[in-house]
């Protein structure tokens, strides 16, 4: 293959892999396998007059512009405090800012690229395949109930970092894990997570995106989900430039239940781009999608959502709904459901609503005494109170509460 | 208190109000009755400030201001109060929430301090206890899942926590029990005063004989077809609207 075929925005990428490749933990086989794929697909957007339908209405354009580093080893950032966390800064793990939680190795000390991914059809996905250089490995054994663990990731002004996590729950585990994303300046967080819940395991994944206005945050999950186990994802994008939550949920075993909901609040130009895939491959599985988006300025809301019922998915209950609040003329909105069913015994809903503020509601606001911008906060604020009801520990409640209420300050003020 | 001259309002191209004219002077309650579709819950609309009528003649003054140039807001910390004939549903909207809210929002208006959550509390409880409601609908979100009942208790909750000067209630005895219906009169009359006046919608006799209002009024075709005494509401239980149609025609 010649450099003239290399894609636009691509190549920076490339001659990072090239200049780092002898240094990198894990299969160099996959990593060069990775790279190709990369340098075949590009960056989504990019290169003129190839689209690719699963990156429909965002495009990373910007980025092949742009040019980023690996980030130093160290470095002053600013941590939350909370008692169990594992903490990255630009895509490497920072031992002196973390504790010891059980369960927990670095990707860079034992590398684990998993199963379930697809780096040579998800360009985001080969991107991170060919450049992590650590990550969170966190297993928790079967019947071991492992509380809260906080997964704190810092962006650092001119890097890319590609963190490559592996969560494993053994039969009848239990985690909560908040994972929040924030930074300022200038770069790009580039996650690949897999995550395997074993039969009767319940895995809470709250993630809370409160990236700087610069940055792009293009994360990827892979769940799994056993028998009678629960993966129950909530993920809050607020901050970046252009964001991407892409969520591939398969739910193999029978009466596996998968929650990919989330909130997205934007303002600006941020784009924000949710999109799931949800394969239904056991029977009398359940899915649950609620992604509500609040959007003000010039900002772009996306939600692509697809169910896919297999064959001997009997008795699947799927459910997958978008709402948006446009608090702006020129705020816009981007749907698209897809069902694919190939059972008979099946139950899949699909719905969207876009609007702006109610009338009546507002009307009964004001005629009690309530200030017309007040009146319109309160029902703003009602809007996001009912996209975090599916979140139930109050931990994980309050810090999502707490940076909806920022901001919703910010927006205000 | 309240005086409306000539008013007329439509909605996009449609006339709903052809010319009111009514006082209701300080200290008095009075009621309006009509048939469907006559233009009653347009009138409180029209006087609680709803933007999607169009005000297209007359004036409503209430004391001494040009009440058609206030926003809702303004109105209601004027001393307005609108019973919402079919109370909106706010999900999302905790009640308790709401109406310190509101509460605090007129007080504001009003140059006095805000109360803080325990005050308002027990403000909102002792009110609750006098209209036989249970404390537990204000932990709830507002008018989500409530029964028409409860809706219908919670407007009336929501005037005597904002005590206002001049209440619309819009039938807000349809949908009550027997006992509910006494508790929403013990709530308009123990406002009755002579810096208080109301006007009172409604399709029944029995609010009346636990209301008894000073004047009764009957709106039919958007204007007011006839007035008269407490005796007036008896005539219609009696007759109906008909008779007094036809004469009218
Ligand atoms: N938004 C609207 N669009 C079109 N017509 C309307 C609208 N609102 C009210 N109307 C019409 O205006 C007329 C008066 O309605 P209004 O609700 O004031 O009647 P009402 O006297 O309160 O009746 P009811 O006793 O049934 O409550 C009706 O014919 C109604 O259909
Ligand atoms: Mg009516």
């Known amino acids: 293959m010649n450099a003239i075929s290399v894609p636009e925005g691509a190549a920076g990428f490339l001659a990072r892999f090239a200049a780092m490749q002898g240094r990198l933990p894990g299969d160099s086989t996959l990593r060069a396998a990775a790279a190709e794929a990369f340098r075949a697909l590009g960056l989504p957007g990019a290169s003129r007059g190839r689209r690719v339908e699963a990156w429909k209405y965002t495009t990373l354009q910007p980025l092949g512009g742009m040019s980023f580093r690996s980030a130093e080893p160290a470095g002053k950032i600013a941590i939350p405090d909370s008692p169990a966390r594992i903490v990255f800064a630009g895509g490497r793990y920072r031992e002196d800012l973390s504790t010891a939680v059980p369960g927990f190795a670095c990707f860079a000390d034992q590398p684990d690229f998993g199963e379930l991914s697809w780096p040579d059809r998800d360009p985001m996905v080969a991107l991170n395949t060919m450049l992590a250089e650590d990550g969170a490995i966190l297993t928790v054994p079967a019947g071991i109930d492992a509380g809260i663990v906080h997964l704190i990731h810092a962006g650092i002004d001119g890097t890319s970092a590609h963190p490559r996590h592996m969560i494993r729950l053994g039969g009848g585990a239990r985690l909560t894990l908040i994972e929040t994303s924030a930074g300022s300046g200038r770069y790009l967080h580039n996650p690949v997570s897999e995550i395997h819940v074993a039969d009767g395991a319940v895995l809470t994944h709250v993630r809370i995106q409160t990236d700087g206005t610069e940055a792009f945050h293009l994360a990827t999950i892979y769940a799994a989900v056993a028998a009678g186990g629960t993966y129950d994802g909530f993920t809050l994008n607020i901050g970046g430039r252009t964001t991407r939550t892409e969520i591939h949920a398969t739910l193999n075993g029978p009466g596996a239940i998968a929650h990919l909901n989330g909130a997205q609040l934007l303002t600006g130009s941020q784009h924000a781009d949710f999109t799931s895939v949800v394969r239904h491959a056991g029977p009398k599985g359940t899915s649950r999608q609620t992604i509500k988006n609040v959007l003000a300025g010039h900002s772009r809301g996306v939600f692509q959502g697809r169910i896919e019922v297999a064959r001997g998915a009997q008795g699947t209950d799927g459910y997958q709904m978008n709402r948006a609040l446009l608090l702006s003329p020129d705020a816009e909105i981007d749907t698209k459901p897809e069902l694919e069913i190939f059972a008979d015994d099946v139950k899949c809903s699909h719905g969207a609503t876009v609007g702006e503020l109610d009338a009546e509601q507002l009307f009964y606001l004001r005629s009690r005494g309530i200030p017309d911008n007040e009146a319109r906060s309160i029902l703003v604020r009602a809007f996001l109170a009912e996209a975090l009801d599916p979140v139930t520990n109050d931990i994980a409640r309050g810090l999502l509460e707490d940076a909806v209420a920022l901001w919703w300050e910010g927006q205000a003020g | ?249």
């Open chain 2, 1 to 249: 208190m309240l005086d409306i001259v000539g008013l007329t309002a439509s909605i996009g191209d449609k006339a709903i109000l052809n010319g009111i004219d009514l006082s209701v002077p300080a200290g008095e309650i009075h009621a309006i009755m009509g048939p469907n579709g006559s233009g009653k819950s347009t009138l409180g609309y029209v006087l609680a400030g709803r933007e999607d009528y169009t005000v297209t003649g007359g004036s409503v003054r209430f004391e001494n201001q040009d009440m058609l140039a206030m926003t809702p807001e303004a109105r209601a910390a004027a001393g307005l109060f609108l019973a919402f004939q079919a109370p909106i549903e706010l999900p999302g909207v905790n009640n308790a929430n709401f109406m310190r809210t509101a509460l605090n929002a007129i007080r504001r208006a009003h140059g006095e301090s805000e109360l803080d959550a325990v005050q308002f509390l027990k403000l909102a409880r002792a009110e609750m206890k006098r209209l036989s409601m249970d404390a537990e609908m204000l932990r709830r979100n507002v008018n989500v899942g409530f029964s028409g009942g409860e809706k219908k208790r919670n407007e009336v909750l929501q005037m005597a926590i904002l005590r206002p000067r001049f209440a619309v209630l819009d039938e807000t005895d349809s949908g009550l029990d027997i006992d509910a219906l006494k508790i929403v009169a013990d709530g308009v009359n123990s406002l009755r005063g002579p810096g208080f006046s109301a006007l009172v919608i409604t399709h029944h006799q029995r609010l009346l004989d636990h209301l008894v209002p000073n004047r009764v009024h009957v709106l039919a075709g958007g204007r007011i077809l006839r007035s008269g005494g407490p005796e007036l509401a008896k005539e219609l239980e009696k007759n109906g609207y008909g008779a007094m149609l036809a004469e009218a025609a």
